[in-house]
């Protein structure tokens, strides 16, 4: 894998350096090298919206009919207006990341022994602890982007005073899950949303009852975590359940014609994902196979080649960021969604706040100098963040949260 590095902006005789918003929104979209960033070059599962001068999102798209012909009866000019563009406008959800360390307490002691006195008669840190702090701050701005991006996914799920956190977890990760998840609105809380107001209008955007009753069987073990119901099962209600939009979409293998094609794919959870390879294994070990429905094919994209599973010609790709949620607590998220690029539009913006010196400053970093709070560190950023679906039509699928009966 070719590694991403950083660059940070190095203030002289501030104590402090910063990472440009140009390079974080490089991160946030696409392109840090994790299974994530294969997808999305590989099946641009996720679209991007940018910032407007109004500090808005906005998703333009073509507008038009096919009904262009009128009668020729005269040499009169009767033009028509029935093709341009219209535009959804996206209101940001603004978040900050505001962290304060301390060399003792947040090393809890192990690197006590990196502590070294300094010229100046100060405690500071030694040349291996600088490179523990170098590799921290690396860590924190790459947690950042992903973050941002898990937020987009998978914010607003839970409700942080019902949900059961796993015994044990400390009290620090259990505030900062809580006020995580309820910042900004993701994807699959938009969806459930949207079902909610129009149930009618809009049942294809959450089937969370395929997810208990599909083929006549129970589909969640007693455990809460593992999916026990047939994938096939469920991608074809999905199938069904979906718009004839989508349905015509997919069976044609995506739509568009003018050197940009959005192609079809099947989001689903980890769990989801785990039944399925299952099923690939069975299916394997047939003695007779006949035009198998499920498939895996080796796909390189992004400096990585992965084998990625198919139902019908149609990619399945985890979504791995909810993930980072269930891992805190007893229950776990089931989700799968049938749908084609470009229909789930992400906005991410590291915000200009603060611009100290010059330049965009994403990440900033800075060691107090003053005597009492003598060995502090402190990291701040701001974000603007949306997330939106660009046509209801190219959708359809359900989540449920599950926790051990």
């Not at 962290?99 to 008669?121: I, P, Q």
């Not at 609105?185 to 089937?207: F, Q, T």
């Not at 979504?319 to 789930?344: E, P, Q």
């Amino acid at each position: 894998m070719e590694p991403i590095t950083l660059e940070p902006i190095f203030m002289p005789d501030s104590n402090m350096l910063m990472f440009q918003t140009s390079e974080l929104n490089y991160l946030a979209e696409q392109r840090y090298n994790d299974k994530f960033g294969f997808y999305q070059a590989a099946f641009g599962m996720y679209s991007y919206m940018r910032l407007n001068p109004d500090m808005e999102y906005k998703i333009w798209y073509p507008q038009g009919e096919p009904h262009l012909w009128q009668p020729h009866n005269s040499c009169a000019w009767t033009p028509l207006g029935v093709y341009g563009f219209a535009n959804k406008t996206i209101t940001p959800c603004k978040s900050k990341l505001n962290l304060e360390f301390c060399n003792d307490e947040f090393y809890n002691s192990v690197f006590r022994s990196f502590h070294a006195w300094n010229t100046g008669a100060t405690v500071g840190l030694s040349a291996a602890g600088q490179a523990a702090l170098t590799a921290l701050t690396n860590t924190i701005v790459k947690s950042a982007t992903v973050g941002n991006r898990m937020m987009l996914t998978a914010g607003q799920l839970f409700d942080p005073e019902t949900v059961e956190i796993v015994t044990g977890t400390p009290t620090n990760v259990e505030e900062a899950f809580k006020k995580t998840v309820g910042t900004c609105r993701g994807w699959i809380d938009l969806l459930i949303d949207l079902e909610a107001g129009d149930p009618v209008k809009y049942a294809h955007l959450n089937l969370d009852s395929l997810f208990i009753q599909s083929g006549g069987g129970q589909n969640i073990a007693t455990n809460g975590q593992t999916f026990t119901g047939s994938v096939l099962d469920l991608y074809d209600d999905i199938f069904s359940a979906a718009t004839n939009d989508l349905q015509e979409a997919i069976v044609d293998g995506g739509v568009g014609d003018t050197g940009r094609s959005f192609m079809p794919m099947f989001l689903v959870s980890n769990s989801i994902k785990s039944k399925l390879y299952l099923e690939l294994l069975a299916l394997k070990s047939s003695a007779v196979i006949n035009q198998p429905r499920i498939t895996q094919l080796p796909v390189t994209a992004n400096g990585q080649t992965f084998d990625v599973m198919y139902i019908d010609n149609v990619p399945v790709i985890p979504v791995g960021d909810v993930a980072n949620y269930d891992k805190l607590l007893t229950g776990r998220s089931h989700f799968a969604y049938l749908t084609i690029s470009g229909t789930i539009q992400l906005g991410s913006n590291f915000a200009r706040i603060p611009e100290l010196g010059a330049g965009e400053v994403a990440v900033a970093i800075q060691q107090k100098t003053d005597l009492d709070e003598l060995g502090k560190v402190l990291f701040l950023s701001h974000s603007l963040s949306a997330t939106a679906i660009s046509d209801t039509k190219y959708i359809a699928g359900g989540y449920k949260y599950t926790v051990p009966l």
